[in-house]
T-cell receptor, first 110, second 116 residues
Framework: LAKTTQPISMDSYEGQEVNITCSHN???????ITWYQQFPSQGPRFIIQ???TKVTNEVASLFIPADRKSSTLSLPRVSLSDTAVYYC???????????FGTGTKLQVIP | EPEVTQTPSHQVTQMGQEVILRCVPI?????FYWYRQILGQKVEFLVS????????KSEIFDDQFSVERPDGSNFTLKIRSTKLEDSAMYFC??????????????FGSGTQLSVL
C-alpha cells in the first residue's frame, strides 16, 4: 500500500481556509485517497474520499492533481471545533487494514 | 444517525487478567474491525471480521487476542491475559462493504483499557 507523508502539525486562525497536503508518490492506479478526522478520545471519522480532480462535500474539498502523487484537503473557514488530527489514507481495497499514519494535528487559534 | 457503540468506555484491569471489550456495530453492516491507539501514537489495525470469521489480522493480534460475534448484534474483543503494553484505546469499527473497494469506516468512541 502506498506510503503517505503529511505535515505533523499546522496552526490556523479561526475563519481561515486550511489546506493540508499529503504526498503519496507510489499511489497505484486503483488507489483512492481518503481523509479521516480524529478528535481527542474519539474514533476517526470519515471526511472525504476521491480518485482524481476535485471532490467537494458539506465539510471539505479534496484536490487531486493529474499525476495523483499528492492530494490536498481543504477546510473552508475553520472554527475552533475543527481542531483535530487529520489522516490521509491511500488504498484500493483493504486500506482499512493498515495502520493510520501519524496524521496532521491541526490547531485552530481564536 | 446510526452509530457504533462500545462498552465500557473505560476498563481498568490487573496484569494477567482477561478482559472483554464489547461493540455493537451499525445494524446493517457486515464487516467489523478492531483498532487500537496507544496514547499519543498511531491508530493501529488489529483485525477484521466478516461472515463469522477473521478475514485479516495484524502482527499485533497474537494468540492472546480473539474476536467473536456471539449474537446478531454484538462484536467482542477478548484479551486473554493482559499485559501492561495492552493499555490503549480500543476502537471498534464497521462498514457495509468489503475491502475490495474503499468504503467508509464507522468508528465507535472507544474503550480506554488501563492495565495495572
Amino acid at each position: 500500500l502506498a506510503k503517505t507523508t503529511q505535515p505533523i502539525s499546522m496552526d490556523s486562525y479561526e475563519g481561515q481556509e486550511v489546506n493540508i497536503t499529503c504526498s503519496h508518490n507510489n499511489i497505484a492506479t486503483n488507489d483512492y485517497i481518503t481523509w479521516y478526522q480524529q478528535f481527542p478520545s474519539q474514533g476517526p471519522r470519515f471526511i472525504i474520499q476521491g480518485y482524481k480532480t476535485k471532490v467537494t462535500n458539506e465539510v471539505a474539498s479534496l484536490f487531486i492533481p493529474a499525476d495523483r502523487k499528492s492530494s490536498t484537503l481543504s477546510l473552508p473557514r475553520v472554527s475552533l471545533s475543527d481542531t483535530a488530527v487529520y489522516y490521509c489514507l491511500v488504498g484500493s481495497g483493504g486500506y482499512q487494514k493498515v495502520t493510520f499514519g501519524t496524521g496532521t494535528k491541526l490547531q485552530v487559534i481564536p | 444517525e446510526p452509530e457504533v457503540t462500545q462498552t465500557p468506555s473505560h476498563q481498568v484491569t490487573q496484569m494477567g487478567q482477561e478482559v472483554i471489550l464489547r461493540c455493537v456495530p451499525i445494524s446493517n453492516h457486515l464487516y467489523f474491525y478492531w483498532y487500537r491507539q496507544i496514547l499519543g501514537q498511531k491508530v493501529e489495525f488489529l483485525v477484521s471480521f466478516y461472515n463469522n470469521e477473521i478475514s485479516e489480522k495484524s502482527e499485533i493480534f497474537d494468540d492472546q487476542f480473539s474476536v467473536e460475534r456471539p449474537d446478531g448484534s454484538n462484536f467482542t474483543l477478548k484479551i486473554r491475559s493482559t499485559k501492561l503494553e495492552d493499555s490503549a484505546m480500543y476502537f471498534c469499527a464497521s462498514s457495509d462493504s468489503s475491502g475490495t473497494g474503499p468504503e467508509e469506516l464507522f468508528f465507535g468512541s472507544g474503550t480506554q483499557l488501563s492495565v495495572l
